[in-house]
């Protein structure tokens, strides 16, 4: 990690105020990559697997046929589909305190997205956020194994950024509004039709221009077919 950050030598800079908490990766990637994970140690991935199977098709929502191990390439819209899932789907099998606490994160992540939230509700984010930490313990609890690393060893500290900025998003939400006006979700989606479809549509020489070039006739399509409608 870094021992000497930048701004240490700067008193009047509240750095958890300048870089801004995000759902898509503060939330979502962080359950996905961690909570997630720690479960799918302790239960075991086909155990796992067939709980989500197991589930009944409910229209409009997700349905893992395939279980969610397999998953090479997730996205926000995939975590918050297994997040729906997950908490029915270790009742029973995780222990008490690792369901208290997946309950506790994900009561926390709905009520951090709300677009309209007052500052009562505020301090239900602490409340959860204390619940979690009052439970997390069983994640490192050597014969159950939950938060490893590649070595195959328990981690047993929780020294993890993403889980540390949750103290944070109740002065964040108060001093800049609530979670979804700086969220990466907008960026990212452009990134999808701005970059990647435009990327597809090249012949993979020259990507930049033709990328550009591809979001400039794009642009001026729009700009007629609004004058058309205009007219």
Not at 23 to 48: P, Q, R, S, V, Y
Not at 74 to 79: E, I, L, V
Not at 82 to 89: F, G, H, I, Q, T
Not at 200 to 214: E, G, L, P, W
């Amino acid at each position: 990690g870094v021992e000497h950050p930048w701004w240490m030598h700067f008193p009047h800079i509240d750095i958890c105020r300048i870089l801004c908490n995000d759902n898509l990766h503060g939330l979502h990637k962080a359950f996905h990559d961690h909570t997630m994970e720690w479960h799918t140690n302790m239960i075991g991935a086909a155990e796992l697997d067939r709980r989500f199977q197991c589930i009944p098709r409910t229209t409009p929502y997700c349905c893992f046929d395939g279980g969610i191990s397999k998953i090479s390439q997730w996205s926000g819209k995939d975590a918050r589909n297994v997040e729906r899932y997950l908490l029915p789907a270790i009742a029973g099998i995780s222990p008490p305190e690792a369901v208290r606490a997946t309950r506790a994160e994900l009561d926390f992540i709905y009520t951090a997205q709300w677009r309209s939230i007052e500052v009562e509700a505020l301090s239900q984010l602490t409340e959860y956020n204390e619940i979690w930490h009052n439970n997390k313990a069983i994640f490192i609890d050597p014969e159950l194994g939950g938060r490893r690393g590649s070595d195959g060893n328990v981690i047993p500290h929780f020294n993890i950024p993403k889980y540390h900025a949750r103290h944070h998003f109740p002065d964040n939400i108060l001093y800049l509004g609530t979670m979804d006006n700086y969220s990466a979700e907008v960026s990212e989606r452009y990134h999808i039709e701005y970059i990647k479809d435009a990327y597809a549509a090249t012949n993979r020489k020259d990507v930049h221009v033709q990328i550009i070039r591809c979001l400039n006739r794009h642009e001026k399509v729009f700009h007629y077919d609004s004058y058309q409608t205009w007219v």
